[in-house]
C-alpha cells in the first residue's frame, strides 16, 4: 500500500481552485483567497501550477483600489483540444474542440454503424488525425476524445452492450481501440446522452430539468435531472425507444420485442408506412423532404407519430417533471408537425401542475448537440480537479 502511495499523484488543491476559472472570469489572486478561504502564498503557489500547465493564463489587470492594479488570471481554453464523435446509425461527425467546448474544425459523413467497429473506428482515427493536422495542434495537445454511440453503452467500461442495430459491436472495448491511437483519455456514451449533455450546456444551461428526445431511425432520450446527465444504474436510463405502446402490440421492433415507440413512431418507421402507401420514402431524410414538399400524407403521418411520442412523453412529464422538453433528431426537421403532435398529446394528459410551466422545443443546437455534447463530457472528464492534481 505504501509503494503504491508513492506514486500516487500528490493532492494539491490546485484542482479544485482551478474549477472555480473554469468559466472564463478574470479572477485576481486576492479573489480566489476570498473564495476559497485559502492564505495568498497558497493561491499564488497554485497559479504558478496551473500557469505552468497552460491552463490558465494573465488576463490583464483589475482596477486599482490604491497602488499598484492587481493581476488578475483567466481560463485558457486553447490550452489542450478535444476530438469529439457523433455516431449514428447512418452518419458520423467528428470535431476538433478547444476546452470550453467550442468546434475549431468538424467533418461529417454518410457512414453506417452496421459497417463495424473496425470501418467506423477506422474512420474516426483517420479524420481525426486529419482535423489535428489542419488545426495544426500535434496528438501531445489532445487532452481526450469523447464518443457517442447509437446504442446501450455501459459508460463505466464505455463498452457498447447488446445494441440491436450495431451487429459486430457487442462489448468492443472502444476506448481501448481509439486509446492505443490517440494516447488520451477516451469517454464512451449513448448517443443521445451526449445530445442532451451538448444541448444543455450550449442553450439551456441554466434550466436544471430537461429532456432531450431524439427522434431519427431509432428514438431515445437524454435525462439532465437537478442540473445533471442522468444515466441510472447501468447507463440504460431514457430509453424511451423501447417503451410499449397500447395499440401498437403487432408492430416488430428491431429490439426482437413488438410493439415498442420506436416501430410506430421512429423516422425510419414513418418512411416505411409511406413507402407502403406508395411514396417515394427509404430513410428519415426522405419524410422530411416528403414534409417540406407540402405532401400531406406524410405531414399526417409525421404528425401522428408525434401523438405516438406524445403519450410516452407524458408519462415522463409526470415521472420526472422537466422545465423543457427538446426535439432533436433529423425528424424533427420536418417543421412544426411533429412538436404539434407531441404537445397535443403531452398537454391533454399530463397533470396541470407539471405542464403550466413546461416548454416543448426544438433543438437549437440542431446538427451539433451530438459533437458539443462528446466534447463537453471529454472536458468534464481531463478537467475534473482529480485529473488536474494528476496533470501538475
Given at each position: 500500500m505504501e509503494e503504491l502511495l508513492k506514486f500516487a499523484p500528490r493532492p494539491t488543491g490546485a484542482g479544485e481552485m482551478f474549477q472555480l476559472l473554469r468559466d472564463g472570469q478574470p479572477r485576481t489572486r486576492a479573489d480566489l483567497a476570498?473564495?476559497?478561504?485559502?492564505?495568498?502564498?497558497?493561491?499564488?503557489?497554485?497559479?504558478?501550477l496551473l500557469m505552468s500547465a497552460g491552463l490558465?493564463?494573465?488576463a490583464g489587470e483589475a482596477t486599482s483600489t490604491g497602488g499598484r492594479p492587481p493581476a488578475t488570471f483567466a481560463f485558457n481554453p486553447r490550452a489542450k483540444v478535444v476530438l469529439a464523435v457523433d455516431l449514428g446509425a447512418t452518419h458520423a461527425r467528428i470535431a476538433l474542440t478547444d476546452l470550453a467546448s467550442q468546434v475549431l474544425a468538424e467533418t461529417d459523413a454518410p457512414l453506417s454503424i452496421a459497417e463495424g467497429p473496425d470501418t467506423v473506428l477506422g474512420w474516426v482515427v483517420e479524420n481525426g488525425d486529419k482535423l489535428l493536422a489542419a488545426a495544426e495542434r500535434d496528438e501531445g495537445e489532445l487532452a481526450g476524445v469523447g464518443v457517442g454511440l447509437p446504442g446501450p453503452v455501459e459508460h463505466s467500461t464505455g463498452h457498447p452492450i447488446m445494441p440491436p442495430i450495431m451487429p459486430a459491436w457487442d462489448d468492443v472495448d472502444v476506448p481501448g481501440i481509439l486509446r492505443r491511437h490517440f494516447d488520451a483519455p477516451v469517454l464512451v456514451d449513448n448517443d443521445v446522452n451526449i445530445m442532451a449533455l451538448g444541448e444543455h450546456r450550449a442553450a439551456w444551461r441554466t434550466i436544471d430539468n430537461l429532456l432531450f428526445v431524439k427522434v431519427a431511425t431509432g428514438i431515445g432520450s437524454g435525462i439532465i435531472a437537478d442540473g445533471?446527465?442522468?444515466?441510472?444504474?447501468?447507463?440504460?436510463?431514457?430509453d424511451l425507444g423501447h417503451v410499449a405502446v397500447a395499440g401498437a402490440e403487432g408492430a416488430p421492433c428491431r429490439c426482437g420485442n413488438v410493439g415498442c415507440l420506436e416501430a410506430i413512431?421512429?423516422?425510419q418507421a414513418v418512411a416505411e408506412r409511406l413507402a407502403a402507401e406508395g411514396l417515394d420514402a427509404h430513410r428519415?431524410?426522405?419524410?422530411v423532404r416528403l414534409v417540406r414538399s407540402g405532401d400531406l400524407a406524410a405531414s399526417a403521418a409525421v404528425r401522428q407519430a408525434g401523438r405516438d411520442i406524445g403519450t410516452v412523453l407524458a408519462a415522463c412529464v409526470s415521472m420526472l417533471n422537466p422545465s423543457v422538453i427538446v426535439i432533436g433528431g433529423?425528424?424533427?426537421?420536418?417543421?412544426?408537425?411533429?412538436?404539434?403532435?407531441?404537445?397535443?398529446?403531452?398537454?391533454r394528459r399530463s397533470l396541470p401542475l407539471a405542464?403550466?410551466?413546461l416548454r416543448i422545443v426544438t433543438s437549437q443546437t440542431r446538427g451539433e448537440a451530438g459533437v458539443l455534447g462528446a466534447s463537453a463530457m471529454a472536458v468534464d472528464h481531463v478537467l475534473s480537479p482529480?485529473?488536474?492534481?494528476?496533470?501538475i
Open positions: 476570498t473564495a476559497t478561504g485559502q492564505a495568498r502564498s497558497t493561491i499564488a503557489a497554485r497559479i504558478d490558465i493564463a494573465p445533471a446527465l442522468r444515466r441510472g444504474a447501468q447507463g440504460a436510463a431514457g413512431a421512429s423516422g428519415s431524410a426522405d419524410v433529423i425528424l424533427a426537421e420536418a417543421g412544426e408537425h411533429l412538436i404539434a403532435g407531441i404537445r397535443e398529446v403531452v398537454y405542464t403550466q410551466h482529480a485529473s488536474i492534481d494528476a496533470l
